[in-house]
């Protein structure tokens, strides 16, 4: 019996003191990049193609708007992922948006707060996209949970990177013709 009580204290305070780590953790971020063969605005436009966007995230299992803004800050979308077979609700907020430059958007599902901010910059391959992530937890226990699964989390965004990367660089890209007037003397 004693045995089974000095057991229990010992899981109660070990779950104790991380349960309280989590008052003090800040949230986790981390700093992915990799250079595309294709010009910026390219690569700027496929990476924002929403119809194109489960051929490279393969998790995404649907694509909603729920709120749409003319400059794009603020638009909101409603994004359904699988996660290993349980189908999880992400809400996106686009956060901030310059054309051919930058896109950051914030992350909300359950227990969890996602900003991802991807820039896009000219490079001698073409296009050098930088993504910085942060993640933290919307509770003290999903905070310390976060500070275990922050490799994974950057696994997964180095392997969507990694998709993105070989989609748009196989992905064929038709811009406007312009039609030329030849003029014959």
């Not at 986790?28 to 990476?47: A, D, G, K």
């Not at 910085?132 to 905070?143: D, L, M, Q, R, W």
Request: zero cysteines.
């Amino acid at each position: 019996m004693k045995t089974l009580q000095k057991s229990a204290i010992i899981l109660l305070t070990v779950f104790l003191a991380f349960v309280i780590l989590g008052f003090f953790l800040n949230k986790q971020e981390y700093q992915l990049e990799t250079e595309i063969n294709r010009p910026v605005s390219e690569v700027f436009q496929l990476f924002n193609d929403r119809d194109l966007l489960s051929e490279w995230l393969t998790e995404v299992k649907s694509f909603e708007t729920i709120t749409e803004t003319e400059n794009k800050i603020g638009s909101k979308y409603k994004m359904m992922i699988d996660n290993d077979g349980k189908i999880v609700e992400l809400i996106e907020t686009l956060t901030a948006y310059k054309e051919n430059e930058m896109i950051e958007m914030d992350f909300v599902a359950n227990w969890m707060h996602k900003s991802n901010r991807f820039t896009f910059e000219k490079s001698d391959k073409g296009t050098r996209l930088i993504a910085k992530y942060s993640i933290e937890g919307t509770n003290p226990f999903a905070k310390s949970l976060f500070l275990f699964f922050t490799k994974s989390f950057q696994g997964i965004d180095s392997n969507n990177l990694d998709r993105f990367k070989t989609f748009a660089e196989k992905r064929a890209f038709f811009m406007e013709q312009k039609n030329e007037i030849e003029i014959i003397n």
